[in-house]
């Protein structure tokens, strides 16, 4: 199984909602991300985690809250978004290193955000 | 931190020709680079890789060459196809534990048929 999935596909929300996004993996890979991509742009990390443990915070406002409950699952609680924040979301994961195996990335379909 | 450039931002060819699009980075402790497509509504997906002590690598149609001392990296896709139209993303990471990934701005090639 060489599939990232990722959950809702669309969300829409208001300013004061709190939601979740939530990711999973089956690969075994023990490092997983989180992107935001905006449209005709690439994908900017937001966070890594690697073995569970949260390893890059690449300056993301407070009302992005990731989450790693086990190596297959990631999640991202929003909460007070802004309409900037709207983008699509993507997860993905990868060995955490060459000598692991490769670090190959793995995204999965991404959740598109619209914040009203 | 990482630094990546990548040109040109737009590249339009005829079916069969072949395309090129480099990327240099900053950091010379960078030793994995991937290349990615993405097709409009769809996930970056991996097409080809190189390591650091490699120099080129290929896959059939699509090549990549790798000039550590430059710090450049390039794709090259031969015969191209109408579906070879698509935003291509090279990123460079380390190998340390915990380093991020870091993407150029992007190509979007159209294959003219």
């Known amino acids: 199984d060489t599939e990232v999935t990722q959950t809702p596909k669309h969300l829409v929300m208001g300013m004061t909602n709190k939601k979740s996004l939530k990711c999973e993996q089956h690969m075994g890979h023990r490092a997983m991300y989180w992107y935001k991509q905006k449209a005709k742009k690439p994908p900017e990390l937001m966070f890594v985690?690697?073995?569970?443990?949260?390893?890059i915070n690449e300056s993301v406002p407070s009302r992005f809250s990731p989450e790693c409950p086990n190596s297959s699952l990631l999640n991202l609680h929003l909460h007070a978004l802004q309409p900037e924040d709207s983008a699509l979301y993507l997860c993905?994961?990868?060995?955490?290193?060459?000598?692991?195996?490769?670090?190959?990335?793995?995204f999965g379909p991404g959740t598109r955000l619209t914040v009203t | 931190g990482e630094n990546v450039e990548q040109h040109p931002s737009t590249l339009s060819v005829q079916e069969g020709d072949s395309a090129v699009i480099k990327c240099t980075y900053s950091d010379s402790a960078s030793n994995y680079f991937p290349w990615y497509k993405q097709e409009l509504g769809k996930r970056p997906q991996l097409i080809i890789d190189?390591?650091?002590?490699?120099g080129e690598k290929k896959d059939q149609r699509i090549a990549v060459t790798l000039n550590k001392t430059a710090k450049h990296f390039s794709l090259h896709i031969t015969e191209t196809q109408p579906e070879d139209s698509a935003v291509y993303f090279c990123?460079?990471?380390?190998?340390?534990?915990?380093?991020?990934?870091?993407f150029g701005p992007g190509t979007r090639l159209s294959v003219l048929p």
């Open positions: 985690y690697s073995y569970e443990k949260l390893s």
């Open positions: 990123a460079a990471t380390t190998d340390n534990y915990g380093q991020n990934f870091v």
């Open positions: 190189i390591r650091s002590n490699v």
């Open positions: 993905a994961s990868s060995q955490v290193s060459l000598r692991a195996g490769g670090r190959e990335q793995y």
